[in-house]
């Protein structure tokens, strides 16, 4: 078969016409790839500008986090993902990678905090439910410092405060911590004003510092003379006016919780600095409590028992707490060869000054003091030991004037001074029994005994006589009573013949005194009969 | 054997617009005696214009596969799914036949015909005498295929028109999507530019 076709076949075809040549165009069709170009550079550009920052987070376990799933939010705005979530090397840490909005660059410093929320239950209040559906997330608090940082330790717990709130944190410092724990809640004039925000004992283990967070405007309540209790139990006091229960708030009970006060001289002063460190008292009464720099130590000597005396006791003075006991030891005294024991106690003279008027003036100088003092010993002045509660036995040291004391002097020059004493109320008590009881001794017991046991015997013999004799007397001489009277009665029953002839004669009677009055009858008429006799006509 | 000679040898060419077969001179462009439309022995530009395509849908399916084709945003969270995401969620959640489906339909089968585009291009370029047979099936495969790797695209603007209860659940296209859809759009008129009578023409040269 021929592989050319005829060249008649050829010419029988149609010559094509012929067109100018057209000129030169560009060919469009590249400007599709331009376009797309164009396109794909713009989205790579634009990618590559809304890339942002990458950083690493390390969280003690991975619970909860998934790469491509777990958001990075802050105030619940979305602002990143987790990416990856790693192993550390040595399987102790997990570090989860996570990619962050552009906008964020400038946010992440030093002391920016990220922690993972999930739902939550802690110092009475739920956090975090949302996550139950939506799966947990990490949250963020934007920090202040301006030094970047692209690796974070995750927190723990949540942070209750965010860096950006309004208000001052403090330090506290307790012998324990109580009741207390994250999130308790911090009152002011019983109205929640901030929260404790961590704890951490001490490194001595001596105790517990707390940092609270008072939240603005309240902050500035607090001022350095501000005083903080533990407000978390119930605080009952029985009083002369009955049961007074004191609590700041259910919660608290539940929760603990702690409450400041500021006295109310200290109010106008400028609030305390930031992270002041305050003591956190176990009740309001000791955290009100003004605290004493003027202390004047002196040592009591007592010659009675100190059952119930405690250190912490007060020392009164007429009803005024002008001190408290400090210490109360036992010692030998080398020179009596006796054991006498010492009860030391710092009085607290400003007290006493503070309640009168003039508040301000100076304390007192040490000489004065001595003189002042002196001269109330001379005038009477006494220490005692007196019964604070009877239930308890709890005692306390009364000072009071006693002016027909014996006279005595403060001892200078022992140390601590010694303050003469006197016999406690609980001692005179005591010495009054003793008298009581002497006497008693001296009372001739056995004597009375014996007489009595006489006259017991006597009176015995009396009656065994009044027995045997003088009761079967008696017997016979009412046997012959009753024979008398029974004899009394049969002459005075009706067919006697006594009662017959009794009956005769009173009817005899009658007749006798009718003759007589007819008689006096016929007188009267007729008296002149007595003289004439009786009319012959009339008879 | 011996090729029978092509119609571009007798400088014949046959009208696009009535059919009609004409001599047409060399280096002269010319137009049908019948109807007046241009006549060209071959598709004019046809490498060029492919290969313009073929460059385009490249670079269009970086984007494509690197950019969200659907956005969710649900009660659980707003969610940004590629391609691969979800061929790997469907993979990772047990349906690894769906997700393979998804695979080749969407990742391969576009890479697949760009590299068949660019390989045919290339040897047309470069005049290979290379398995014209087996070229001008590839061709043929490559516009059969044409459309239908478009299924990504399909499945979301689906869940689009179905999904939207606004507050609880909403779905969106994103801008892979988009892209995605130029990448099989641009493949399609890059096979469609193509002339496999070139694949063909470099044989008979050779003859000659």
């Given at each position: 078969?021929p592989d050319?076709?005829?060249?008649s076949?050829?010419?029988?075809?149609?010559?094509?016409?012929?067109?100018?040549?057209?000129?030169?165009?560009p060919?469009?069709?590249?400007?599709?790839?331009?376009?797309?170009?164009?396109?794909?550079?713009?989205?790579?550009?634009?990618s590559?500008?809304?890339?942002?920052?990458?950083?690493?987070?390390?969280?003690?376990?991975?619970?909860g986090?998934?790469?491509?799933?777990?958001?990075?939010?802050?105030?619940d705005?979305?602002?990143?993902?987790?990416?990856?979530?790693?192993?550390?090397?040595?399987l102790?840490?997990?570090?989860?990678?996570a990619?962050l909005?552009?906008?964020?660059?400038?946010?992440?410093?030093?002391?920016?905090r990220?922690?993972?929320?999930?739902?939550?239950?802690?110092?009475?209040?739920?956090?975090?439910l949302?996550?139950?559906?939506s799966?947990?997330?990490?949250g963020?608090?934007?920090?202040k410092?301006?030094?970047?940082?692209?690796?974070f330790?995750?927190?723990?717990?949540?942070?209750?405060?965010?860096?950006?709130?309004?208000?001052?944190?403090?330090?506290?410092?307790?012998?324990?911590?109580g009741?207390?724990?994250?999130?308790?809640?911090?009152?002011?004039?019983?109205?929640?004003?901030?929260?404790?925000?961590?704890?951490?004992?001490d490194?001595?283990?001596?105790?517990?510092s707390?940092?609270?967070?008072v939240?603005?405007?309240?902050?500035?309540?607090?001022?350095?003379?501000?005083?903080?209790?533990?407000?978390?139990?119930?605080?009952?006091?029985l009083?002369?006016?009955?049961?007074?229960?004191?609590?700041?708030?259910?919660?608290?009970?539940?929760?603990?919780?702690?409450?400041?006060?500021?006295?109310?001289?200290?109010v106008?002063?400028?609030?305390?600095?930031?992270?002041?460190?305050?003591?956190?008292?176990?009740?309001r009464?000791?955290?009100l409590?003004?605290?004493e720099?003027?202390?004047?130590?002196?040592?009591?000597?007592?010659?009675?028992?100190?059952?119930?005396?405690?250190?912490?006791?007060?020392?009164?003075?007429?009803?005024?707490?002008?001190?408290?006991?400090?210490?109360?030891?036992?010692e030998?005294?080398?020179?009596?060869?006796?054991?006498?024991?010492?009860?030391e106690?710092?009085?607290?003279?400003?007290?006493?000054?503070?309640?009168?008027?003039?508040?301000?003036?100076p304390?007192?100088?040490?000489?004065?003091?001595k003189r002042?003092?002196?001269?109330?010993?001379?005038?009477?002045?006494?220490?005692?030991?007196r019964?604070?509660?009877?239930?308890?036995?709890?005692?306390?040291?009364?000072?009071?004037?006693?002016?027909?004391?014996?006279?005595?002097?403060?001892?200078?020059?022992?140390?601590p001074?010694?303050?003469?004493?006197?016999?406690g109320?609980?001692?005179?008590?005591?010495?009054?029994?003793q008298?009581v009881?002497g006497?008693l001794?001296?009372?001739?017991?056995?004597?009375?005994?014996?007489?009595?046991?006489?006259?017991?015997?006597?009176?015995?013999?009396l009656?065994?006589?009044?027995?045997?004799?003088?009761a079967?007397?008696?017997?016979?001489?009412?046997?012959?009573?009753?024979?008398?009277v029974d004899?009394?009665?049969?002459?005075?029953?009706d067919d006697?013949?006594l009662?017959?002839?009794?009956?005769?004669?009173?009817?005899e009677?009658g007749?006798?005194?009718?003759?007589?009055?007819?008689?006096?009858?016929?007188?009267?008429?007729?008296?002149?009969?007595?003289?004439?006799?009786?009319k012959?006509?009339?008879? | 054997?011996?090729?029978?000679?092509?119609?571009?040898?007798?400088?014949l060419?046959?009208?696009?617009?009535?059919?009609?077969?004409?001599?047409?001179?060399?280096?002269?462009?010319?137009?049908?005696?019948?109807c007046?439309?241009p006549?060209?022995?071959?598709?004019?530009?046809?490498?060029?214009?492919t290969w313009?395509?073929?460059?385009?849908?490249?670079?269009?399916?970086?984007?494509?596969n690197?950019?969200?084709?659907?956005?969710?945003?649900?009660?659980?969270?707003?969610?940004?799914?590629?391609?691969?995401?979800?061929?790997?969620?469907?993979?990772?959640?047990?349906s690894?036949?769906?997700?393979?489906?998804?695979?080749i339909?969407?990742?391969?089968v576009?890479?697949?015909?760009l590299?068949?585009?660019?390989?045919?291009?290339?040897?047309?370029?470069?005049?290979?005498?290379?398995?014209?047979?087996?070229?001008?099936r590839?061709?043929?495969?490559?516009?059969?295929?044409?459309?239908?790797?478009m299924?990504?695209?399909?499945?979301?603007?689906?869940?689009?028109?179905?999904?939207?209860?606004?507050?609880l659940?909403?779905?969106?296209?994103?801008?892979?999507?988009l892209a995605f859809?130029?990448?099989?759009?641009?493949t399609?008129?890059?096979?469609?530019?193509?002339?496999p009578?070139l694949?063909w023409?470099s044989?008979?040269?050779?003859?000659?």
């Amino acid at each position: 078969m021929p592989d050319t076709p005829p060249a008649s076949d050829l010419s029988t075809l149609p010559e094509a016409e012929t067109a100018p040549r057209s000129r030169w165009r560009p060919q469009l069709v590249w400007l599709v790839p331009l376009v797309a170009a164009l396109i794909g550079g713009w989205l790579a550009m634009k990618s590559i500008l809304e890339q942002g920052p990458v950083i690493g987070i390390v969280f003690k376990n991975a619970e909860g986090l998934e790469a491509g799933k777990t958001k990075v939010k802050y105030k619940d705005v979305d602002i990143g993902l987790v990416t990856a979530v790693t192993l550390s090397k040595d399987l102790r840490q997990v570090e989860a990678t996570a990619e962050l909005v552009k906008d964020f660059q400038p946010h992440l410093v030093e002391d920016t905090r990220f922690w993972l929320v999930t739902p939550r239950i802690s110092g009475g209040s739920v956090s975090g439910l949302g996550t139950v559906l939506s799966g947990a997330f990490i949250g963020v608090d934007v920090g202040k410092s301006s030094r970047a940082q692209r690796t974070f330790t995750a927190l723990e717990v949540p942070p209750l405060i965010q860096i950006d709130t309004p208000g001052r944190e403090f330090a506290l410092h307790s012998a324990d911590l109580g009741s207390l724990a994250m999130g308790s809640p911090v009152f002011f004039r019983r109205l929640q004003v901030g929260q404790v925000v961590g704890y951490q004992l001490d490194e001595n283990g001596r105790g517990v510092s707390l940092k609270i967070f008072v939240n603005a405007p309240y902050d500035r309540f607090v001022t350095d003379n501000t005083r903080f209790w533990n407000a978390s139990g119930i605080d009952v006091k029985l009083g002369a006016g009955g049961i007074e229960v004191d609590t700041q708030s259910l919660a608290s009970l539940l929760l603990g919780g702690v409450a400041f006060e500021t006295p109310e001289e200290a109010v106008a002063l400028p609030a305390a600095a930031p992270d002041t460190r305050f003591e956190l008292f176990a009740d309001r009464t000791r955290a009100l409590r003004n605290p004493e720099r003027d202390v004047l130590k002196m040592v009591l000597l007592f010659d009675e028992s100190l059952r119930g005396l405690e250190v912490g006791a007060p020392v009164d003075f007429q009803g005024i707490a002008l001190g408290e006991v400090s210490a109360i030891r036992v010692e030998l005294d080398p020179v009596s060869r006796r054991i006498i024991m010492p009860v030391e106690m710092n009085l607290y003279p400003q007290r006493l000054r503070l309640r009168s008027k003039e508040k301000d003036q100076p304390p007192l100088s040490d000489e004065a003091r001595k003189r002042f003092l002196d001269d109330m010993v001379a005038t009477g002045l006494r220490a005692q030991l007196r019964s604070g509660n009877l239930l308890t036995g709890q005692l306390y040291v009364g000072l009071d004037f006693f002016p027909r004391a014996a006279t005595a002097r403060i001892q200078w020059d022992s140390d601590p001074p010694q303050l003469p004493t006197t016999v406690g109320s609980l001692g005179e008590l005591q010495a009054s029994l003793q008298r009581v009881a002497g006497k008693l001794e001296k009372l001739p017991l056995e004597q009375i005994g014996a007489d009595l046991r006489q006259t017991l015997q006597t009176t015995s013999r009396l009656l065994h006589r009044l027995d045997t004799q003088v009761a079967p007397e008696v017997v016979a001489t009412l046997g012959e009573a009753r024979k008398a009277v029974d004899t009394a009665q049969g002459m005075m029953a009706d067919d006697e013949p006594l009662q017959q002839d009794t009956r005769e004669a009173i009817r005899e009677l009658g007749r006798t005194a009718k003759s007589l009055r007819a008689l006096a009858d016929y007188l009267e008429r007729h008296p002149e009969a007595l003289l004439w006799g009786k009319k012959r006509n009339q008879q | 054997m011996k090729d029978p000679a092509s119609t571009a040898r007798w400088h014949l060419a046959t009208c696009h617009g009535c059919g009609l077969l004409s001599r047409a001179g060399t280096g002269h462009a010319a137009r049908c005696p019948r109807c007046g439309t241009p006549l060209h022995a071959r598709k004019p530009e046809s490498i060029a214009r492919t290969w313009a395509l073929i460059v385009a849908a490249a670079i269009l399916y970086v984007p494509a596969n690197l950019l969200p084709i659907m956005e969710t945003s649900s009660l659980f969270g707003a969610q940004n799914d590629t391609i691969m995401s979800g061929v790997v969620y469907l993979w990772v959640s047990g349906s690894w036949h769906l997700a393979l489906v998804v695979f080749i339909a969407s990742i391969v089968v576009p890479m697949a015909k760009l590299i068949a585009l660019v390989i045919l291009v290339l040897s047309v370029q470069l005049r290979a005498r290379w398995q014209p047979v087996q070229r001008t099936r590839l061709y043929r495969l490559v516009e059969l295929v044409g459309r239908w790797s478009m299924l990504d695209v399909y499945v979301v603007t689906l869940l689009v028109a179905l999904v939207q209860l606004e507050a609880l659940a909403t779905i969106r296209p994103g801008p892979g999507a988009l892209a995605f859809g130029a990448v099989v759009v641009l493949t399609m008129f890059a096979a469609m530019s193509f002339d496999p009578r070139l694949i063909w023409d470099s044989m008979e040269k050779n003859d000659a």
